[in-house]
Structures are given as structure tokens and as C-alpha cells.
């Protein structure tokens, strides 16, 4: 279906807003932990404030057109993480598997950010032991998969794959790609969920891998 100059300028709009969601209380904490670890541990706030900077300098709205990259979005979602590593100590554990050649595939801005943030509020940071946040991809037949898990609490009324961070995901993939992308969302073993994006692989214009 050929979509007229109005619809696609209606879709790209809608695409814009849908993505625009940097959490405020997200970085209230993170500014209010920084504040504290000035008096108590001053390389730890900077540290943590670097990772701030790395997280906003990805997650600010882009000036032109150009796609994110999969490299992109992986460092915005290790800044966010590496952010909570300090917060919630070894109670948080962080394995990335993204092969190198991937990195500079087009892949939609704030998605993945949105799976880890989910993995996070709904998984683990309600539990004592904390657990282990994976992210996760592959390319097979043309396709890029970029799964994030965790060994957290399990389904929820909250993690069940409707809540409104995923319909926000899967309305985005709708939108950009209609049946040519999806998300699926499943138990993890022996514990946990896991959450899967996958789009058609291809390069992002003038991608540039962060080292």
C-alpha cells in the first residue's frame, strides 16, 4: 500500500513522539545518587555522571533523519545499566553478546532501552537478590534479532507483553515496518522473561561503530 505525502508525514510524527521517553525519575535518582557520592565517593560520581553523558548524549532527540544504529542503542542501554550497577551494587550482574559486525545495522532508537527498562522494573529490582540483565544478537536470513533477558520475577500482570511500554514497541514496529518486523515476548528458563526485536538487517547511512 503506497502511502500519500500527508500519511507518511502523520506516521513520522507519531513515530517521534512515541519514541520521545526518557524516563524524569530515571534521572532525578540518578542526578540525587550523583549528588550524594560527591561527599562519599567522588571517582564513583563521576563515574556514574559519565554514564549519564553517555546515556543523554544517545537519547537526545536527532537533528536529521539518519537511522540509530544497533551500536547506538547497545551503548545507551549499557550507559542506563552500568548507571544501576552503581545504585543497586552486586545485586545487578550485565552480559552483552552483540558480534561486532552488527553494530552498525539500522535498528530503531529506544527500543531496546525500552525491553531493558522492563527487564529492570518489572524483573528485578523488586527482588532482594537482584539477577542478571542479558543482551542478546544474531542475524540469520536477512534479519537481525536483538533479544534482551533476565532471571528475574517472571510474567506479571506488568510483564506479560501487554503492558504499555511493549504496545508502544510493537506500534512502532508496525508503523516503520508493518509485517516485516516483530516482537515476541516468552518465559525465560528457569526464571525471567525474554523479549525479542527483529527487523530487517540493514546498514544504517554513514553508521559509525562507537568504539
Known amino acids: 500500500v503506497v502511502q500519500t505525502v500527508t500519511e507518511k508525514e502523520l506516521t513520522a510524527a507519531k513515530?517521534?513522539?512515541?519514541h520521545a521517553q526518557v524516563e524524569p525519575h530515571f534521572l532525578y535518582n540518578t542526578l540525587a545518587s550523583a549528588q550524594y557520592l560527591t561527599r562519599s565517593d567522588?571517582?564513583?560520581?563521576?563515574?556514574?555522571?559519565?554514564?549519564?553523558?553517555?546515556?543523554?548524549?544517545?537519547?537526545l532527540?536527532?537533528?536529521?533523519?539518519?537511522?540509530?544504529?544497533?551500536?547506538?542503542?547497545?551503548?545507551r542501554a549499557r550507559a542506563y545499566l552500568d548507571i544501576l550497577k552503581i545504585r543497586m551494587g552486586p545485586r545487578?550482574?550485565?552480559?552483552?553478546?552483540?558480534?561486532?559486525?552488527?553494530?552498525?545495522?539500522?535498528?530503531p532508537a529506544m527500543m531496546l532501552q525500552t525491553l531493558v527498562e522492563n527487564a529492570i522494573k518489572h524483573g528485578l529490582e523488586s527482588r532482594t537478590s537482584g539477577g542478571t540483565v542479558w543482551i542478546l544478537a544474531s542475524e540469520a536470513d536477512g534479519r537481525v534479532a536483538v533479544t534482551v533477558a533476565d532471571d528475574g520475577q517472571g510474567f506479571s500482570e506488568q510483564s506479560n507483553g501487554t503492558g504499555i511500554g511493549l504496545r508502544n514497541v510493537r506500534e512502532r514496529l508496525r508503523l516503520a515496518y508493518g509485517s516485516d518486523a516483530s516482537l515476541s515476548v516468552v518465559a525465560n528458563f528457569p526464571s525471567g522473561v525474554a523479549a525479542t526485536i527483529?527487523?530487517?538487517?540493514?546498514?544504517?547511512?554513514?553508521?559509525?561503530?562507537q568504539p
Do not use: C, W
Not at 15 to 18: Q, V
Not at 65 to 74: D, H, N
Not at 201 to 209: F, G, L, N
Open 15 to 18: 513515530l517521534s513522539l512515541l
Open 42 to 59: 567522588p571517582a564513583l560520581a563521576d563515574q556514574m555522571l559519565g554514564n549519564l553523558i553517555t546515556y543523554l548524549r544517545y537519547s
Open 61 to 75: 532527540p536527532r537533528t536529521d533523519s539518519s537511522a540509530s544504529t544497533l551500536g547506538e542503542e547497545v551503548e
Open 92 to 107: 545487578l550482574q550485565l552480559q552483552i553478546e552483540v558480534p561486532k559486525h552488527l553494530l552498525t545495522l539500522a535498528f
Open 198 to 209: 527483529t527487523v530487517p538487517a540493514t546498514d544504517a547511512p554513514s553508521a559509525v561503530v
